[in-house]
Every structure is written in structure tokens, then in C-alpha cells.
């Protein structure tokens, strides 16, 4: 059998546990660990000399959840029968109920995260103390990729902690600090590092206790008055209250766990634990969890890995970076690649211009210091990587430049070449351009292959996404450095091919589109925003518009207007798009656009509005509204699709959600696509088509996937 866990046993009848999975980086939940502890729990359980047992870690982590391919071979097997898949489902549940039960006293001694299965792991045993340490993470994030814990976190917590903050927990899906755990109730003790196995012996040798709070006569759980009283019922409605707000009820996840508690809390342990693998098994057959799981953990850990990298070019890292361009974009890459230990030269045409670039940075360090999650010297010496110049000569030495200048050909090309003069031979050039073809840029470059596009999406700080666009003469050397530097700023790249807007910028644009074109058929304007969230989009496409700024979508389509002459065809919204730029309602930055922007109150949407655009008699239903703002995503994913820009569906969906905010329980417009069936949603476009214009037309490529049978995900 693998030696997932070591094994040792003292002079004082104390056995240590190390968990340390072969081969891996962290440790995860496999096969291999849940058979080697299950024999280690029948030998503890038989043993007559045994006083008790730490659990720890061999590795910086303590354990994580499950592992990806175990999830991935689960959901593969989806189809099988519901009782043998909730056979499966039970078997972690009852593992540790048996370790719980063992009747040797169990301690966790937490050196490092216990996020998922690793905290459910802990909450099993009968003492925790966890490491002084605040990078240190514990919490259960499953609701985040469409699940509820599955062994026993929905049952020991709220009986551990109480209803109240167990519900947080389990409903957002954040993880806490040591600290935060402590006093939750939800640790014992929290120690120096150095002293945490000799605190848990400590426990085990002086009042070692190995029957769980729950397992002793006359237990009450810290749950006031009981979940049929009033106190608790007032908990449960703001619970349930705060799912709605936040979820729309588009997640089934959430709602599974309010009733796995409810119910569960009522019953003895054993019995809640039956109940929660119940709605385990009834979550992970579901496609919102099929669909979560595949995109935001299987697919987006390929993407973190680099699955797209050219394999034959050496790793690289970047030392020295040049930033063009001191703007919103500008100086955004400039703080997280100086977060990332880059040297960065940030140049704009005037001192004082580049120097407002580095206020930024400044601002969101003084905002991380204060709130304790960076140093003051860690501070300074992020803001000392940062040099602000208006001299394209402190190029010199640069491993890779990112132009962030004006969304124009002219001032692009003039900045390509100014840069190319200084930069070294070796050095890569990229563009964040976001509509831009790559390689109409790169002609006016004298090294085509080292150019390439690498688009970033505000804000820079907060979006984990990147886009790197390959152009037609783009080296494969290029593209690998792009994605090592992506990584080294730990974003998630995808990869696409150069076409005007990629990717994410014309699914984006078709969003807003819709939004525009909606207001131009009467809808209210409320109306069109809500719908959007209620689809599962963070923000409506007017709020959204205002964020990306009107007048760059105006320079925008000048400049596509410009390229494409005669071939140029108008939008269905663009009225819109010319009435707000005549008004000089350019958006959040000019603190009007679909919005106002009081100084001091909530933004809310400009009255005006309704008198340019007037609302008509009769206004559709939301699910009609929700269904066109969807749709049209995914329409323009498969017209990318059609024209090589995206080459893989994988991809289509990472970007979409990680890059845009798309409806997360879709898993993205693609999967989506698969989830309503090809065929189905090819007629229902077809429909669409029909009523609102062109623009829902289903492509050449989802009409042959329909006759064909095919789907985007086999």
C-alpha cells in the first residue's frame, strides 16, 4: 500500500500521523490516502497500549479537498445509479466518523491550510491546535465549485461553533485565519509553529478526551434556543434572505446546504451525515456542479499549469519590465508585476503623468498596510520597484515591454518603435490592446516574432484573467515567455488566436450591445440591469459599459470603422453609443454615464435615461431578457470559435467567467450551450433571430454540431 501517512510511535504511547501524498505538492484527498487511513484507524481502535494520535502534515499545506482527478473520474460517472453514487459519495463521511469514534483521542495539529476536506478532516478529530501563522487558511470553500462539504462539514460545524457564524462559513466559502478560527471556537489552541506537536501531545497526555461533543449525553449544540426556536428561525430566514440577494437562486449549492443544516442539526450526527451525503449526491449529478467543477477547478488548474506553453522553449522569468503608458491599464500592470518582485519602468509622455501611474500603486499598498495584509517595509520596497520616467532610454535591460498607450494605431506604432530602439535583441514586446488586431501592431515592429499580445481587464489588481493573443508571425518563444511572465504574476492565461476585439472583447461588446439595443426597444432601464444579475452577471451591460468607459467603446468602433471601410457593419445599439458620447456621458471615470455618480451616494441610474430612450407600455418578461444576455454571449464564443480566434472550448469558458464575471454556474457560454443541448438552443436562437435581429442568427458551426450531434464538451 502507498505510504500516504507516516507513521511513528513515542516512548509515551502516542502515535504521530504525517500525511505526505508521493508526488504531489500539497496534500489531497486520493484513493490511496482514504485506504491507508482506514487501516490506520482499524489498528488505533484495536490497540491496547495506544494513548492517542496526532494528525499532521509532511508538507506546507496540512490537506486540501479532494483530489482533481477523483473529482474529475466522479463526475464521469454522473450517469451511474444514484444509490451507488451515493455509496461513493459516503465513503469520506463515514472514514472519519470512524476516526471520530475510535475511541482513542484524535488531535489535528495544523501546520499549515486546512481548506475543504482537510478542515472537515480536523472538525472529525477531537482537539485542533493550528500554527501561529496568517498566511495560514481554514475554511470550507466547496459552495464555490458548485458542492457542500461532503464529510461532515455541514454537520460538525454549526454544532461546534454555532448556527450563525457556521453558516457564513459554509455559505460564502472563505477561509479565516488561525486567529479568526480561535476565536470562532472553531480551534482549540493556536501556537508558535515550533511548538504545535508538543502542544497536542500536551492535550493527548493531561486531558486527552476521545468522545466528541456530540457523542455525550445531554448535548446541546451552541444553536440558542434550538432551530425550531425563535432565535434560530430569525437566523435561518436572514440566511436564506442573503442566499436570494446574492445567488438569485442560480446555485443550487447554497440553498443544499440551509436544508442540510436545518434538517441535519435536528437529528443525532449520524443521521446528519446521512442527510448531508444525500445532498452531496444529489449536488454532484447536478449540471451546475458539473459544469463548476470542470471549468473553475479542472480546466482553469490546466491553465494555471500552462497547459498551452510551446514545450521546446526554456522556462524565463522576467527581471526588468517596461510599462508604456501610465494610465488605469498602465499602472495597474505595473502594481502587480512589482508585487511580483519585477523591476518596473513605468513611462509616460510627462513626469508628472507617470508619477500618478505610481500613486496608484501607492494607494492599494497603504490600503494592504493598514489592513494588515502587507508590511510597511514589504510596502516600500513594492513601491521602490516602481520608477516612473518619461525617458524610452531606462528601456535598456528590459526583458519584456507592455505597451498600454491610447487604443490607436498611430500612437501605438509610434510607441513600438521608440521602445524598439532601446530594448534589447532578446527582449519581447506586447501589446494591451483589447480590440486591436496583433498583427496589423506588429507592423510596426522590426521583430515580429518577439511581438504578441498579452490583455489585461480592470481592474488589473483584482481580475485573475489574462488573454495572450498570438498574431500571425508571433514565435512560439513569444508565446512562451508571455505565459511564464503571466504566471509569474500569478494570473490565469488563456490563449488565443489575433482577430479583431479576440475574445473576450467582442463577447463583451455583444453583452453591452444587447443592453443598448434593449434600451433602444423600450425597455426600462432598471429592468435591463436587474435581469442581468438576475441572469448571474455581476453587473448589468449599462453599469458595465460605464465601467469599460462609453467613449473608448466609441474610439473603438472609429477606429474598426477606419480599417474595415466598407465592410464596416453598424451594431444594433450604436445610436445609443453616439447619444451618450454627444452628451458627454463617457461613464464611471467622468462620474456620468447610464449612471450618476454623486460625490457622496450610491451611484444610481441617470433619470435621464428614460427621456432619451423612452420606456414603452408593455416590457417583456425577465427570463426573456435573461435568456437574450446569455445568449448572445455565447453566440459571439462560437462565431470566435468559427473563425479560429478560440481553438479549444475550454478556454471560451475560462475566459468568460474569469475574465468577464459570465454566470459562474454555468461553468461558461459553452457549456451552457451543452447543458440546454446543441439542438435545442441552435432553434431557440433561430427564434430569437427571428424576433430581435441578425445578431441571434445561430453560425454555421452550431447548426452542424446540431445536425451532427455534437457537442462542445463529449
Same mark, same amino acid.
Given at each position: 500500500?502507498?505510504?500516504?501517512? $507516516?507513521? *511513528?510511535?513515542? *516512548?509515551?504511547?502516542?502515535?504521530?500521523?504525517?500525511? =505526505?501524498?508521493?508526488?504531489?505538492?500539497?496534500?489531497?484527498?486520493?484513493?490511496?490516502?482514504?485506504?491507508?487511513?482506514?487501516?490506520?484507524?482499524?489498528?488505533?481502535?484495536?490497540? @491496547?497500549?495506544?494513548?492517542?494520535?496526532?494528525?499532521?502534515?509532511?508538507?506546507?499545506?496540512?490537506?486540501?479537498?479532494? =483530489?482533481?482527478?477523483?473529482?474529475?473520474?466522479?463526475?464521469?460517472?454522473?450517469? /451511474?445509479?444514484?444509490?451507488?453514487?451515493?455509496?461513493?459519495?459516503?465513503?469520506?463521511?463515514?472514514?472519519?466518523?470512524?476516526?471520530?469514534?475510535?475511541?482513542?483521542?484524535?488531535?489535528?495539529?495544523?501546520?499549515?491550510?486546512?481548506?475543504?476536506?482537510?478542515?472537515?478532516?480536523?472538525?472529525?478529530?477531537?482537539?485542533?491546535?493550528?500554527?501561529?501563522?496568517?498566511?495560514?487558511?481554514?475554511?470550507?470553500?466547496?459552495?464555490?465549485?458548485?458542492?457542500?462539504?461532503?464529510?461532515?462539514?455541514? /454537520?460538525?460545524?454549526?454544532?461546534?461553533?454555532?448556527? /450563525?457564524?457556521?453558516?457564513? +462559513?459554509?455559505?460564502?466559502?472563505?477561509?479565516?485565519?488561525?486567529?479568526?478560527?480561535?476565536?470562532?471556537?472553531?480551534?482549540?489552541?493556536?501556537?508558535?509553529?515550533?511548538?504545535?506537536?508538543?502542544?497536542?501531545?500536551?492535550?493527548?497526555? @493531561?486531558?486527552?478526551?476521545?468522545?466528541?461533543?456530540?457523542?455525550?449525553?445531554?448535548?446541546?449544540?451552541?444553536?440558542?434556543?434550538? +432551530?425550531?426556536?425563535?432565535?434560530?428561525?430569525?437566523?435561518?430566514?436572514?440566511?436564506?434572505?442573503?442566499?436570494?440577494?446574492?445567488?438569485?437562486?442560480?446555485? #443550487?449549492? #447554497?440553498?443544499?446546504?440551509?436544508?442540510?443544516?436545518?434538517?441535519?442539526? /435536528?437529528?443525532?450526527?449520524?443521521?446528519?451525515?446521512?442527510?448531508?451525503?444525500?445532498?452531496?449526491?444529489?449536488?454532484?449529478?447536478?449540471?451546475?456542479?458539473?459544469?463548476?467543477?470542470?471549468?473553475?477547478?479542472?480546466?482553469?488548474?490546466?491553465?494555471?499549469?500552462?497547459?498551452?506553453?510551446?514545450?521546446?522553449?526554456?522556462?524565463?522569468?522576467?527581471?526588468?519590465?517596461?510599462? +508604456?503608458?501610465?494610465?488605469?491599464?498602465?499602472?495597474?500592470?505595473?502594481?502587480?508585476?512589482?508585487?511580483?518582485?519585477?523591476?518596473?519602468?513605468?513611462?509616460?509622455?510627462?513626469?508628472?503623468?507617470?508619477?500618478?501611474?505610481?500613486?496608484?500603486?501607492?494607494?492599494?499598498?497603504?490600503?494592504?498596510?493598514?489592513?494588515?495584509?502587507?508590511?510597511?517595509?514589504?510596502?516600500?520596497?513594492?513601491?521602490?520597484?516602481?520608477?516612473?520616467t518619461t525617458d524610452f532610454a531606462d528601456l535598456a535591460g528590459v526583458d519584456l515591454v507592455i505597451e498600454a498607450v491610447f487604443e490607436d494605431r498611430v500612437v501605438k506604432a509610434d510607441a513600438t518603435a521608440k521602445a524598439e530602439v532601446v530594448m534589447p535583441k532578446g527582449s519581447i514586446f506586447a501589446s494591451n490592446t483589447?480590440?486591436?488586431?496583433? @498583427?496589423?501592431?506588429?507592423?510596426?515592429?522590426? $521583430?515580429?516574432?518577439?511581438?504578441?499580445?498579452?490583455?489585461?481587464? *480592470?481592474?488589473?489588481?483584482?481580475?485573475?484573467?489574462?488573454?495572450?493573443?498570438?498574431?500571425?508571425?508571433?514565435? *512560439?518563444?513569444?508565446?512562451? $515567455?508571455?505565459?511564464?511572465?503571466?504566471?509569474?504574476?500569478?494570473? @490565469?492565461?488563456?490563449?488565443?488566436?489575433?482577430?479583431?476585439?479576440?475574445?473576450?472583447?467582442?463577447?463583451?461588446?455583444?453583452?453591452?450591445?444587447?443592453?443598448?439595443?434593449?434600451?433602444?426597444?423600450?425597455?426600462?432601464?432598471?429592468?435591463?440591469?436587474?435581469?442581468?444579475?438576475?441572469?448571474?452577471?455581476?453587473?448589468?451591460?449599462?453599469?458595465?459599459? =460605464?465601467?469599460?468607459?462609453?467613449?473608448?467603446?466609441?474610439?473603438?468602433?472609429?477606429?474598426?470603422?477606419?480599417?474595415?471601410?466598407?465592410?464596416?457593419?453598424?451594431?444594433?445599439?450604436?445610436?445609443?453609443?453616439?447619444?451618450?458620447?454627444?452628451?458627454?456621458?463617457?461613464? $464611471?471615470?467622468?462620474?456620468?454615464?447610464?449612471?450618476?455618480?454623486?460625490?457622496?451616494?450610491?451611484?444610481?441610474?441617470?433619470?435621464?435615461?428614460?427621456?432619451?430612450?423612452?420606456?414603452a407600455k408593455e416590457q417583456p418578461s425577465v427570463e426573456v431578457l435573461k435568456k437574450r444576455l446569455l445568449y448572445v454571449h455565447a453566440l459571439e464564443t462560437i462565431r470566435a470559435m468559427e473563425d479560429k480566434v478560440l481553438t479549444n472550448a475550454a478556454e471560451g469558458d475560462i475566459g468568460a467567467i474569469f475574465g468577464l464575471?459570465?454566470?459562474?454556474?454555468?461553468?461558461? #457560454?459553452?457549456?451552457?450551450?451543452?447543458t440546454v443541448g446543441v439542438a435545442e438552443f441552435a432553434a431557440e436562437c433561430k427564434a430569437l433571430g427571428k424576433k430581435y435581429g441578425d445578431r441571434f442568427a445561430p453560425p454555421k458551426l452550431l447548426r452542424n454540431m446540431a445536425l451532427r450531434g455534437e457537442k462542445f464538451y463529449p
Amino acid at each position: 500500500m502507498t505510504e500516504t501517512i $507516516r507513521t *511513528s510511535i513515542d *516512548s509515551d504511547h502516542i502515535a504521530t500521523w504525517t500525511i =505526505d501524498i508521493p508526488d504531489r505538492s500539497m496534500n489531497v484527498f486520493t484513493p490511496e490516502f482514504f485506504a491507508r487511513l482506514d487501516v490506520l484507524i482499524t489498528e488505533a481502535a484495536g490497540s @491496547t497500549t495506544l494513548k492517542g494520535v496526532i494528525i499532521t502534515s509532511g508538507k506546507p499545506v496540512f490537506l486540501a479537498g479532494a =483530489d482533481i482527478k477523483m473529482l474529475d473520474q466522479m463526475m464521469r460517472q454522473m450517469g /451511474q445509479d444514484v444509490a451507488a453514487m451515493y455509496e461513493r459519495c459516503a465513503g469520506a463521511n463515514r472514514l472519519l466518523r470512524r476516526l471520530e469514534t475510535c475511541g482513542k483521542p484524535v488531535v489535528a495539529a495544523l501546520n499549515g491550510t486546512a481548506m475543504g476536506g482537510g478542515l472537515e478532516t480536523a472538525l472529525a478529530c477531537h482537539y485542533r491546535v493550528v500554527a501561529d501563522d496568517p498566511r495560514i487558511q481554514l475554511g470550507l470553500p466547496e459552495v464555490k465549485i458548485g458542492l457542500l462539504p461532503g464529510a461532515g462539514g455541514t /454537520q460538525r460545524l454549526p454544532r461546534l461553533i454555532g448556527l /450563525q457564524p457556521a453558516l457564513m +462559513l459554509l455559505v460564502e466559502g472563505n477561509g479565516i485565519s488561525p486567529r479568526e478560527a480561535l476565536k470562532l471556537g472553531l480551534v482549540n489552541q493556536v501556537v508558535p509553529a515550533e511548538q504545535l506537536l508538543s502542544a497536542a501531545k500536551a492535550w493527548l497526555l @493531561t486531558a486527552g478526551d476521545p468522545v466528541a461533543p456530540w457523542d455525550k449525553k445531554g448535548f446541546k449544540a451552541p444553536i440558542q434556543t434550538g +432551530l425550531l426556536g425563535a432565535s434560530a428561525s430569525q437566523v435561518l430566514m436572514g440566511a436564506s434572505a442573503m442566499v436570494q440577494q446574492k445567488t438569485y437562486y442560480n446555485y #443550487p449549492a #447554497p440553498k443544499a446546504i440551509l436544508s442540510c443544516v436545518y434538517e441535519g442539526c /435536528q437529528v443525532p450526527i449520524d443521521v446528519g451525515l446521512r442527510i448531508e451525503s444525500k445532498y452531496f449526491t444529489t449536488l454532484i449529478r447536478s449540471p451546475e456542479a458539473r459544469n463548476m467543477i470542470r471549468t473553475l477547478f479542472i480546466n482553469k488548474g490546466a491553465a494555471d499549469k500552462l497547459s498551452r506553453r510551446p514545450v521546446d522553449v526554456p522556462p524565463s522569468k522576467v527581471g526588468k519590465l517596461g510599462l +508604456l503608458g501610465a494610465g488605469m491599464m498602465g499602472s495597474g500592470i505595473a502594481y502587480v508585476s512589482a508585487a511580483a518582485g519585477i523591476e518596473v519602468v513605468l513611462l509616460d509622455r510627462d513626469l508628472p503623468a507617470a508619477e500618478k501611474g505610481k500613486g496608484y500603486s501607492r494607494g492599494l499598498v497603504e490600503k494592504a498596510v493598514s489592513r494588515g495584509k502587507m508590511s510597511a517595509a514589504e510596502g516600500e520596497a513594492l513601491l521602490g520597484r516602481i520608477r516612473p520616467t518619461t525617458d524610452f532610454a531606462d528601456l535598456a535591460g528590459v526583458d519584456l515591454v507592455i505597451e498600454a498607450v491610447f487604443e490607436d494605431r498611430v500612437v501605438k506604432a509610434d510607441a513600438t518603435a521608440k521602445a524598439e530602439v532601446v530594448m534589447p535583441k532578446g527582449s519581447i514586446f506586447a501589446s494591451n490592446t483589447s480590440t486591436l488586431p496583433i @498583427t496589423g501592431l506588429a507592423e510596426a515592429s522590426s $521583430r515580429p516574432k518577439q511581438f504578441v499580445g498579452i490583455h489585461f481587464f *480592470s481592474p488589473v489588481d483584482k481580475m485573475p484573467l489574462v488573454e495572450v493573443i498570438v498574431g500571425k508571425k508571433t514565435g *512560439s518563444e513569444a508565446l512562451a $515567455r508571455a505565459l511564464d511572465y503571466v504566471r509569474q504574476i500569478r494570473k @490565469t492565461p488563456i490563449v488565443v488566436n489575433d482577430g479583431r476585439g479576440f475574445l473576450l472583447s467582442r463577447v463583451c461588446g455583444a453583452y453591452i450591445n444587447e443592453g443598448m439595443s434593449m434600451l433602444l426597444e423600450g425597455v426600462a432601464p432598471a429592468l435591463i440591469e436587474n435581469a442581468g444579475r438576475m441572469a448571474g452577471m455581476p453587473v448589468g451591460p449599462l453599469a458595465l459599459h =460605464d465601467e469599460v468607459a462609453i467613449d473608448l467603446s466609441y474610439h473603438i468602433r472609429e477606429q474598426t470603422k477606419k480599417d474595415l471601410g466598407d465592410k464596416f457593419k453598424p451594431a444594433s445599439g450604436d445610436h445609443v453609443l453616439d447619444v451618450m458620447v454627444e452628451l458627454g456621458r463617457f461613464g $464611471r471615470k467622468a462620474k456620468k454615464g447610464y449612471y450618476d455618480y454623486p460625490e457622496n451616494g450610491k451611484k444610481h441610474l441617470w433619470p435621464g435615461l428614460v427621456e432619451r430612450f423612452p420606456v414603452a407600455k408593455e416590457q417583456p418578461s425577465v427570463e426573456v431578457l435573461k435568456k437574450r444576455l446569455l445568449y448572445v454571449h455565447a453566440l459571439e464564443t462560437i462565431r470566435a470559435m468559427e473563425d479560429k480566434v478560440l481553438t479549444n472550448a475550454a478556454e471560451g469558458d475560462i475566459g468568460a467567467i474569469f475574465g468577464l464575471g459570465f454566470a459562474p454556474y454555468t461553468g461558461g #457560454p459553452l457549456s451552457l450551450v451543452d447543458t440546454v443541448g446543441v439542438a435545442e438552443f441552435a432553434a431557440e436562437c433561430k427564434a430569437l433571430g427571428k424576433k430581435y435581429g441578425d445578431r441571434f442568427a445561430p453560425p454555421k458551426l452550431l447548426r452542424n454540431m446540431a445536425l451532427r450531434g455534437e457537442k462542445f464538451y463529449p
